[in-house]
């Protein structure tokens, strides 16, 4: 039997299995002989490789594939090198774009910028925490679904009527819904149960060959960015135990340490803030310490980092603070520059330097008066706040 996860890949955008927004867009911008670099990305198995193949293929583009982690740039040089006087362009794929080093993400900007190549990038990471701005810069961003079990049905039809074997309703279901949205999964599970019996894809087979669920945490009814969410929302309302929960949903779906712990960080900052200070050095030592330690272990200190933040005082003061910042920044004129804050002014001399006053002395730093921040006066941050009063009432005095 030939290997079913390359005998029924689809060739032609018309043949590719949900993604049916991208599938129109990519149809649209080849229409138009305009294909932008791009990024693929979102859970294993839901057609990134397969989607760049079949767009090459409907472009009519020569398609080039590396691996991230084993990417060489000599290799690429020496493609472009065969296109440096062809009207065509090549399409490099690069799956797990996200294991690229900075200094190959960087070198691949100057065959972005002038064109020279379409290249596209798959990853299963979220492209704004792994990819430099470089790259997300001149690329189009596209993010892609699981399948849903509808996709996975329509595909199991496929190869039943072309492989005539059997399944009762109990085996077909869990087949679809094991799966967990990954088309590959399923051809593969599909392939090695036929290989022990060829006319009966029993569930007895399918259970042996596939105890549990693959991915549950990012399957078509329950993803990952909804677990996530309620995780975040658990550690916000400061439920330990349901934070735990979200936490072992996550780690039993697959999700990788380091996504975890980078929400954690976030949260730190954003839900905790200067209430608890040490909640953002935690999170970030976490986000460390599991980047050089895996799973099981790496479980360990993401408990003990979501214990941490569930259980501590809660300030969105600072976040609340900056979002003000920015919304007046991007909404009103800009303010000028103080004179005496502007080190090319000759009005310089007349800046009062804070630590020859006591360590605080009466200056505008702005040419109109603004408020962004509101301390909520709990933990710390109370003690931030009596330190600025302490400041101010001392030298006033």
Same mark, same amino acid.
């Given at each position: 039997?030939?290997?079913?996860?390359?005998?029924?890949?689809?060739?032609?955008?018309?043949?590719?299995?949900?993604?049916?927004?991208?599938?129109?867009?990519?149809?649209?911008?080849?229409?138009?002989?305009?294909?932008?670099? $791009?990024?693929? +990305?979102?859970?294993?198995?839901?057609?990134?490789?397969?989607?760049?193949?079949?767009?090459?293929?409907?472009?009519?583009?020569?398609?080039?594939?590396?691996?991230?982690?084993?990417?060489?740039?000599?290799?690429?040089?020496?493609?472009?090198?065969?296109?440096?006087?062809?009207?065509?362009?090549?399409?490099?794929?690069?799956?797990?774009?996200?294991? #690229?080093?900075?200094?190959?993400?960087?070198?691949?900007?100057?065959?972005?910028?002038?064109?020279?190549?379409?290249?596209?990038?798959?990853?299963? @990471?979220?492209?704004? +925490?792994?990819?430099?701005?470089?790259?997300?810069?001149?690329?189009?961003?596209?993010?892609?679904?699981?399948?849903?079990?509808?996709?996975?049905?329509?595909?199991?039809?496929?190869?039943?009527?072309?492989?005539?074997?059997?399944?009762?309703?109990?085996?077909?279901?869990?087949?679809?819904?094991?799966?967990?949205?990954?088309?590959?999964?399923?051809?593969?599970?599909? @392939?090695?149960? #036929?290989?022990?019996?060829?006319?009966?894809?029993?569930?007895?087979?399918?259970?042996?060959?596939?105890?549990?669920?693959?991915?549950?945490?990012?399957?078509?009814?329950?993803?990952?960015?909804? #677990?996530?969410?309620?995780?975040?929302?658990?550690?916000?309302?400061?439920?330990?135990?349901?934070?735990?929960?979200?936490?072992?949903?996550?780690?039993?779906?697959?999700?990788?340490?380091?996504?975890?712990?980078?929400?954690?960080?976030?949260?730190?900052? @954003?839900?905790?803030?200067?209430?608890?200070?040490?909640?953002?050095?935690?999170?970030?030592?976490?986000?460390?310490?599991?980047?050089?330690?895996?799973?099981?272990?790496?479980?360990?200190?993401?408990?003990?980092?979501?214990?941490?933040?569930?259980?501590?005082?809660? $300030?969105?003061?600072?976040?609340?603070?900056?979002?003000?910042?920015?919304?007046?920044?991007?909404?009103?004129?800009?303010?000028?520059?103080?004179?005496?804050?502007?080190?090319?002014?000759?009005?310089?001399?007349?800046?009062?330097?804070?630590?020859?006053?006591?360590?605080?002395?009466?200056?505008?730093?702005?040419?109109?008066?603004?408020?962004?921040?509101?301390?909520?006066?709990?933990?710390?941050?109370?003690?931030?706040?009596?330190?600025?009063?302490?400041?101010?009432?001392?030298? $006033?005095?």
């Amino acid at each position: 039997m030939n290997n079913l996860a390359l005998k029924f890949r689809p060739k032609k955008l018309d043949e590719i299995l949900g993604q049916k927004e991208l599938v129109a867009v990519f149809k649209s911008f080849i229409s138009k002989q305009k294909l932008p670099h $791009s990024i693929f +990305f979102g859970p294993a198995g839901c057609g990134k490789t397969t989607f760049a193949r079949a767009v090459a293929n409907d472009f009519g583009l020569d398609f080039f594939e590396f691996d991230g982690g084993n990417f060489k740039l000599e290799e690429l040089r020496k493609i472009l090198a065969n296109y440096e006087n062809s009207l065509y362009k090549p399409l490099i794929f690069i799956d797990e774009i996200h294991r #690229l080093s900075k200094t190959q993400q960087e070198m691949l900007l100057v065959p972005m910028e002038n064109a020279r190549c379409i290249i596209i990038g798959a990853s299963t @990471e979220n492209p704004y +925490f792994v990819l430099s701005s470089g790259i997300r810069s001149r690329s189009m961003l596209f993010e892609f679904k699981a399948l849903s079990e509808e996709d996975l049905q329509i595909l199991l039809f496929r190869v039943q009527e072309e492989l005539k074997f059997s399944i009762d309703e109990e085996a077909r279901q869990y087949l679809l819904h094991s799966s967990g949205g990954d088309a590959r999964s399923l051809l593969n599970l599909i @392939e090695f149960a #036929l290989s022990i019996d060829s006319q009966i894809l029993s569930l007895k087979t399918l259970k042996t060959l596939r105890a549990n669920a693959l991915n549950d945490g990012v399957s078509s009814k329950d993803t990952h960015y909804r #677990l996530a969410s309620s995780f975040i929302k658990s550690l916000r309302g400061s439920d330990v135990d349901a934070s735990l929960y979200y936490l072992a949903r996550l780690i039993e779906g697959g999700e990788s340490a380091d996504f975890i712990a980078r929400r954690m960080l976030i949260f730190a900052s @954003e839900d905790i803030g200067n209430a608890e200070p040490n909640a953002l050095n935690l999170a970030t030592s976490t986000l460390m310490a599991v980047k050089n330690i895996g799973y099981p272990e790496a479980r360990i200190i993401l408990a003990q980092c979501a214990v941490f933040l569930a259980s501590s005082l809660k $300030s969105n003061s600072s976040y609340k603070a900056i979002n003000e910042a920015i919304f007046y920044v991007r909404n009103n004129q800009a303010l000028p520059i103080l004179p005496y804050l502007d080190n090319n002014n000759e009005a310089s001399k007349n800046y009062l330097y804070p630590h020859d006053f006591g360590g605080w002395v009466h200056q505008r730093y702005l040419a109109k008066d603004l408020k962004f921040y509101q301390s909520k006066h709990i933990g710390y941050e109370k003690k931030l706040d009596e330190n600025l009063a302490f400041l101010t009432k001392k030298i $006033s005095k």
